[in-house]
């Protein structure tokens, strides 16, 4: 027995080193998490992200998905790993939808415009999108459903299909009040873009917005 227990004491302080290196590698590293396509990774690309709503008629909906894809250019010029990348200017993107509008037929004909001409391009259609509960419009929760497709502008390839369903907060609606809407409708869109932009670069799970009471500060609003 007596032999027993320093093996058993060495046993623990093994594990015990082994948790301490495993949480240090956690602080060093985050919780870093691979896209789900890694198709910006590699190689030099210039990549442009367009947005197009399946329906205009929704007052809540506004400018959300030209809003939208700035934030996506934004986290994609920022988080994807891989120097030779480079992302459109999405002021380059806007100028040809003011001229072309919301019907256009392919996310190609922009990828492959003389005035962009990228490699691949990140279109998106918002297929739902609301931030008020349709069961009571005083209670705000976002939910948004939108359709993500990566394509190859040299040969139409699609290398990436993803459609989101976005609830947020998940469990339960908020109570509203004007002065709160916007900025729940501006953290929402930060959802929306971050979800859409992580399906290519690496993320940290824990850094991902969340939307409750307290991230949007409701008790200092009410």
Request: proline share 5%; net charge neutral.
């Amino acid at each position: 027995m007596k032999k027993l227990i320093p093996l058993l004491l060495l046993f623990t302080l093994s594990l015990t080193g082994c948790q301490i290196m495993y949480s240090a590698l956690v602080l060093i590293r985050g919780t870093d998490e691979k896209p789900k396509y890694e198709i910006l990774l590699k190689g030099e690309k210039r990549v442009v992200v367009v947005p197009r709503a399946a329906f205009s008629n929704s007052f809540e909906l506004q400018n959300a998905p030209r809003e939208i894809a700035r934030q996506v250019n934004t986290l994609l010029d920022t988080n994807v790993r891989n120097k030779k990348l480079r992302v459109v200017e999405q002021a380059k993107v806007e100028t040809w939808l003011d001229h072309v509008g919301n019907d256009f037929e392919s996310f190609l004909e922009v990828g492959r415009d003389k005035s962009i001409q990228a490699d691949i391009v990140i279109g998106f259609d918002i297929v739902e999108f609301r931030i008020r509960d349709p069961m009571n419009s005083s209670l705000l929760q976002g939910r948004c459903v939108v359709e993500v497709r990566a394509i190859d502008c040299e040969t139409g390839e699609i290398l990436a299909r993803e459609t989101l369903s976005i609830t947020e907060p998940p469990n339960m609606p908020l109570p509203g009040n004007p002065r709160l809407e916007p900025q729940f409708r501006a953290q929402f869109l930060a959802v929306i873009s971050q979800r859409i932009a992580a399906l290519f670069h690496h993320y940290d799970k824990q850094k991902l917005q969340r939307m409750d009471g307290d991230s949007l500060e409701l008790h200092r609003v009410m």
